[in-house]
């Protein structure tokens, strides 16, 4: 079975940094794209970017390019999502999410076929 | 950059079909997702590639997809369909995702 536990609430001030994590299990990790997406209090899905365990190859929405870092080790099955310095309007839930199909690339032809549970980061001084 | 468009909300009572649509330039070009998301909990896959459904996913969903507009069909909705649903295409290597529309059984 496919599954993808996530990293447990954060609470930060603004201006620390943050790791949350993705741990795939049941499928091979390196093998399948992991994205990322943030869902802001009370609002809909945004698309942060996805990697590739693989290679770790890794493309960036536009909106969240600079904002944030993707990154992976295949050697523990699992995805991570960065911020050197958070910001108030960080605070969401985020999710990751893993291809439901083996592909070179991400493309049209690709769905989000499993989510992790999520992770709620809160920044409040 | 691709916008997806959706309406805040659709009422059906019980029983009834629930169409939601999500409309873009040239939509019918790409392939459409769905995913349903209820109150708490993360979003689940029950449409891919405009009209497939994932297994375990009843066959009351239905989708399709034409010119500038997807639709998702939900036959004989039920109260356990109350729910958020996203439509999703591809913008090159992106992903891009309807505003999203919150379907009530009245």
């Known amino acids: 079975e496919v599954q993808l536990e996530q990293s447990g609430a954060e609470v930060k001030k603004p201006g620390e940094s943050l790791k949350i994590s993705c741990k795939g299990s049941?499928?091979?990790?390196?093998?399948?794209?992991i994205g990322w997406v943030r869902q802001m209090p009370g609002k809909g899905l945004e698309w942060m970017g996805i990697i590739y365990p693989g290679d770790s190859d890794t493309r960036y929405s536009p909106s969240f390019q600079g904002q944030v870092s993707i990154s992976a080790d295949k050697s523990t099955s699992t995805a991570y999502l960065q911020w050197s310095s958070l910001q108030a309007s960080d605070t969401a839930m985020y999710y990751c999410?893993?291809?439901?199909?083996?592909?070179?690339?991400?493309?049209?032809?690709?769905?989000?076929?499993?989510w992790g549970q999520g992770t709620q980061v809160t920044v409040s001084s | 950059s691709y916008e997806l468009t959706q309406p805040p909300s659709v009422s059906v009572s019980p029983g009834q079909t629930a169409s939601i649509t999500c409309s873009g330039d040239?939509?019918?070009?790409?392939?459409v997702y769905w995913y349903q998301q209820k109150p708490g909990q993360s979003p689940v896959l029950v449409i891919y590639?405009?009209?497939k459904r994932p297994s375990g996913i009843p066959e009351r969903f239905s989708g399709s997809n034409s010119g500038n507009t997807a639709t998702l069909t939900i036959s004989g909705t039920q109260a356990v369909d109350e729910a958020d649903y996203y439509c999703q295409a591809w913008d090159t290597s992106t992903v891009v995702f309807g505003g999203g529309t919150k379907v009530t059984a009245l």
């Open positions: 999410a893993r291809l439901l199909e083996v592909v070179v690339v991400p493309s049209s032809k690709s769905a989000l076929g499993y």
């Open positions: 040239k939509l019918g070009d790409k392939y």
């Open positions: 590639q405009d009209n």
């Open positions: 049941g499928y091979s990790f390196a093998s399948y794209w």
